[in-house]
């Protein structure tokens, strides 16, 4: 139904900047929440920002103050600016879609994940 592609990811020095992409294609229409999420080695897959429909944001505490989820019209593209990249920021970054049905049916749609690696 969606099919997403991240882009963007790659090495960086602490402190340094990156802005990852995540276009969107298939049934686009049918999307209301697009988010980042992110997975360290060993670690579960955890909340970066999502962004809504109607333009409300949600960031994880993790990083409030320096990450920025964004998008243009029709969430498509999503955008993430991260800045002040810390070391345990290192992981991959997935993309994430939810959709929802006539009937209220969630779906949850996920790109293959990009990797962000900040060096200290």
């Known amino acids: 139904q969606v099919q997403l592609v991240e882009s963007g990811g790659g090495l960086v020095q602490a402190g340094g900047s990156l802005r990852l992409s995540c276009a969107a294609s298939?049934?686009?229409?049918?999307?209301?929440?697009m988010g980042w999420y992110r997975q360290a080695s060993g670690k579960q897959r955890e909340l970066v920002a999502v962004l809504t429909s109607g333009g409300t944001t949600n960031y994880g505490d993790s990083v409030k103050g320096r990450f920025t989820i964004s998008r243009d019209n029709a969430e498509n593209p999503v955008y993430l600016q991260m800045n002040s990249l810390k070391p345990e920021d290192t992981a991959v970054y997935y993309c994430n879609a939810r959709t929802i049905d006539s009937l209220g049916y969630i779906r949850n749609y996920w790109g293959q994940g990009t990797q962000v690696t900040v060096s200290s």
């Open positions: 298939g049934s686009i229409f049918s999307i209301k929440t």
